[in-house]
């Protein structure tokens, strides 16, 4: 990586370094691809001289480069190198013009490899500079085995750059919180002509799903351009029923997404009011809101 490199030479090593890392399938449920793709990290990086720690927490890896020997460099970059599972072609890079394509490539491989060479290339140029790299595998499905793990064993900065979000590219200094759960209902029905003997699953959950969405309608006024809003999002709707009867069980997986003046807790506090007895709330995960003052 001589310093005479053109622009248009660092562009292509950066771009075949990207298309090596989407070959992985770096999925949650392939431990093998995971630890494969450390693996390939440390290799790359293996001559230049940097201070490398690789970590386990659980069944995923975890990986920090710094140019310094340190664990509180100046800059730190965070990002994550799993990704969510597709289609065989997919995992297979290809440049159309000027555009890549391929699993992960903006969600955020592509950050990556601009990190890894960039770290890589000024470590073997002697250069100074107090930066690291925070690498997890675990960011697509939840990331408890990731960032904050590295944070409890003392890894700290003094600024951080996460190359993962931006809404349209934007720097962004604030996050909403995430509030994860799931709600359920068992019931004993009727059998499908006679609904009055017994109560439908699936009739119960909708009506309390509708009034745990009335609790946010600014759902309603979200836009591209104006979204700073607390939304939602409902999934994994799951019904179960016999031949002749109507559901006797039904259940959905819902996120909100909250902004000031919410809280996790305050806002799974509401959820739970609204709710009848008969329906079972199960917290998935949570994260509060994140603020950092851009003029710091």
């Not at 509180?72 to 599972?85: I, K, R, S, W």
């Not at 909403?176 to 499908?192: D, S």
């Not at 609204?274 to 950092?292: F, H």
Request: charged share 30%; hydrophobic share 35%.
């Amino acid at each position: 990586m001589p310093d005479t490199d053109t622009g248009e030479e660092v562009l292509e090593e950066v771009v075949d370094l990207l298309c090596e890392l989407v070959r992985f399938r770096s999925t949650a449920d392939r431990p093998d691809q995971l630890e494969a793709l450390a693996n390939f990290v440390e290799d790359y990086v293996r001559e230049a001289p940097l201070h490398v720690r690789r970590y386990r927490f659980g069944d995923k890896p975890a990986l920090v480069l710094t140019t310094r020997d340190t664990t509180e460099p100046t800059l730190f970059y965070q990002g994550h190198l799993d990704v969510v599972d597709g289609e065989d072609e997919q995992f297979e890079p290809k440049i159309v013009g000027d555009r890549l394509y391929g699993r992960g490539t903006v969600d955020m491989k592509g950050f990556v490899a601009l990190i890894l060479h960039l770290l890589k290339r000024k470590a073997l140029e002697g250069n100074e500079l107090d930066v690291g790299a925070m690498l997890t595998f675990d960011e697509e499905i939840g990331g408890e085995n990731g960032a904050a793990r590295l944070a409890e064993l003392g890894w700290r900065s003094k600024i951080l750059l996460n190359g993962d979000g931006g809404y349209n590219f934007a720097l962004t200094y604030a996050e909403k919180g995430i509030l994860k759960f799931k709600m359920a209902v068992r019931t004993q029905p009727g059998r499908h002509p006679y609904p009055w003997q017994g109560q439908n699953a699936f009739d119960l959950l909708i009506r309390n799903y509708n009034r745990v969405v009335a609790l946010f309608p600014e759902q309603d006024v979200a836009t591209d351009t104006d979204n700073w809003y607390t939304t939602f999002s409902s999934y994994d709707v799951r019904v179960e029923n016999g031949a002749l009867s109507a559901p006797h069980y039904a259940e959905l997986k819902m996120n909100v997404y909250f902004t000031k003046p919410w809280t996790a807790e305050e806002c799974f506090r509401r959820i739970r009011s609204v709710v009848d007895d008969r329906v079972e709330l199960t917290l998935l995960s949570k994260s509060e809101r994140v603020y950092v003052n851009p003029d710091n």
